[in-house]
């Protein structure tokens, strides 16, 4: 199992940016972050396969960049223009099939990072 250790959560206000990283033991085909706000369901966020294609969801098209390293095997979340409604604590996920927001595809997590955004 792929060992993912999350780092770059913290506090920023609205507008402002914060970059999480994830550091993995090994890359797998498909790399996301999800995250998981307070009282709502864990959702995806971005992913990003080992060709490079990258996908976002709507809500943070345009504020957020995700990309890997594969020298370093890092995972960066690159968030910008922060919005209260990005409070959350998220996720760094491996998955080796398909790169989906299905979380049944993941199968190594990290522990999470928590991002509080104030307005």
């Known amino acids: 199992q792929v060992q993912l250790v999350e780092s770059g959560g913290g506090s920023a206000q609205a507008g402002g940016s914060l970059r999480l990283s994830c550091t993995a033991s090994?890359?797998?085909?498909?790399m996301a972050w999800f995250r998981r706000a307070p009282g709502k369901e864990r959702e995806g966020v971005a992913r990003?396969?080992?060709?490079?294609?990258?996908n976002y969801i709507d809500s943070v098209k345009g504020r957020v960049t995700i990309s890997r390293d594969n020298a370093k095997n890092t995972l960066y979340l690159q968030m910008d223009s922060l919005k209260p409604e990005d409070t959350a604590m998220y996720y760094c996920?491996?998955?080796?099939?398909?790169?989906?927001?299905?979380?049944?595809?993941?199968?190594?997590w990290g522990q999470g990072t928590q991002v509080t955004v104030s307005s």
């Open positions: 090994e890359f797998t085909y498909c």
């Open positions: 990003i396969t080992d060709y490079g294609t990258t």
């Open positions: 996920a491996a998955g080796t099939r398909f790169c989906t927001y299905l979380e049944n595809y993941f199968s190594s």
